[in-house]
Structures are given as C-alpha cells and as structure tokens.
C-alpha cells in the first residue's frame, strides 16, 4: 500500500527566504505526483505535476524535483511572500484501486 | 474553462434531514471524484465515477449516496449522517482515470456541518 509523508508538517519562514518542503513515497511504482496547495476551508489548487519519466517541473517561483528511485520529491520556493502562506499537499498516483494517495501536507507560514 | 463548481458552500443539517451536494464541471472530463477532509488533515477518497460509472467505493457507509446523472454532474446524497461525518466535502475532476499525464481539479468544496 502506497504511503506518502511530507516533512516538516510546519514551518515558519520570514518573507524573502527560500524554502524546501519534502515529500516521500514508499511505493516507487508511481505514474506521476502532483503538489497542490490549499488555504485554509478551501479546495485544492494545482501547482505542478511531474510524470514518473521527468525530473522536473517549474512554474515561477515553484519548483519541484522527482526521483522516482529513492521514493522523493521537493518543493522549492524562491523569494517566499506572505501570500504562499498555506498547506502543502503531496499527492502520488500510482497503480491500484486508489488513484491518488496525499500526504498529510506542511503548513507554511511567511512572515512578513 | 478550468471550473470545478460545488454547491452549496455551506451546509448545515440533522441527523434526520435529508440533503445533497452537487458537482459541476464543463471540461469535458470522464472521471469524477469525492473526497473527504476533515481539519487539518489530507483528503480522503471517497468515490470515483469513470465514464458515468461507478468504479471506485472505498467502503462508505451507505448514508453517502453517489450519483452521476451526466458527465458533467456528480451528486452526493446524504441521509441520516452523524456529527462525526462533518468535514469539508471536495469534488475533483480529470479527463481519464489518472495513469499517465492527469490533472486532478478540484472545486472549492462544501463544508457541512451535521448536528
């Protein structure tokens, strides 16, 4: 069974720094892994998807890196604003009944 | 159009109302999903419609009752839930059951309360 842990489950940054969240995966068998983020009582927003056969994707400030073999991903944030103050989420498709399996997600506060 | 709509955004009910959650989205997607969250915590797979079809139930109580009218709506029926099924009620959509270069997108969600 898939499992998917995101560490740290908060961080507190001050505005301007560059940050990295960091999730992993058990089950390297995966199709891709998408991050998203979430504010608070709102739904999901997709930030990027990484296919199993890329390492990258960027978008903006935001990149994410994958390696399939040792079951990891970051997400790195350049130049941090108090506006990507928010939840994490890491999710991983792999095979199986369950398409998507997420992690419990780092909350990150960016203090202006 | 990247829209996922969910109606309500807030719901407040009883034990022994009866109610439902509508879904909507015009992207032409033939996977649909629901999902579960409550506070601080991931989302939790709920059902999955594929083609209009339900091919996913991940052993929900059968007070949860989904539909998929069309291929642009999908319902959640809810009958004589309990307090400890409030949580925030998610909706996503993809063009494909994921396998390969899917998005997910998700609505805005409808948060209910059950007294």
């Known amino acids: 069974k898939q499992e998917v842990t995101q560490i740290p489950a908060a961080l507190s940054v001050p505005e301007g720094e560059n940050l990295v969240l960091n999730c992993s995966f058990t089950d390297s068998a995966i199709y891709n892994l998408q991050w998203f983020r979430q504010d608070p009582g709102k739904g999901l927003t997709s930030l990027l998807l990484?296919?199993?056969?890329?390492r990258e994707q960027t978008s903006g400030r935001l990149n994410a890196s994958l390696d399939k073999s040792s079951g990891r991903s970051t997400l790195y944030i350049a130049a941090s604003q108090p506006g990507d103050s928010a939840t994490y989420l890491c999710a991983v498709y792999s095979s199986g009944n369950t398409p998507l399996v997420f992690g419990k997600g780092t909350r990150l506060s960016v203090i202006a | 159009d990247t829209e996922v709509t969910q109606t309500p955004k807030h719901l407040v009910m009883g034990m022994t109302n009866k109610k439902s959650l509508k879904c909507e989205q015009h992207m032409g997607h033939r996977a649909m999903y629901w999902y579960k969250q409550k506070a601080k915590k991931p989302p939790e797979l709920m059902f999955v419609y594929s083609y209009e079809k339900l091919s996913i139930n991940e052993s929900v109580p059968s007070r949860f009752s989904p539909e998929c009218p069309n291929s642009s709506l999908l319902n959640l029926h809810l009958h004589a839930l309990q307090p400890e099924d409030s949580a925030l009620y998610l909706c996503?959509?993809?063009?494909?059951?994921?396998?390969?270069?899917?998005?997910?997108?998700f609505g805005p969600g409808t948060r209910l309360t059950v007294l």
């Open positions: 996503a959509s993809s063009s494909r059951l994921a396998g390969g270069e899917v998005t997910q997108y």
């Open positions: 990484i296919q199993s056969s890329q």
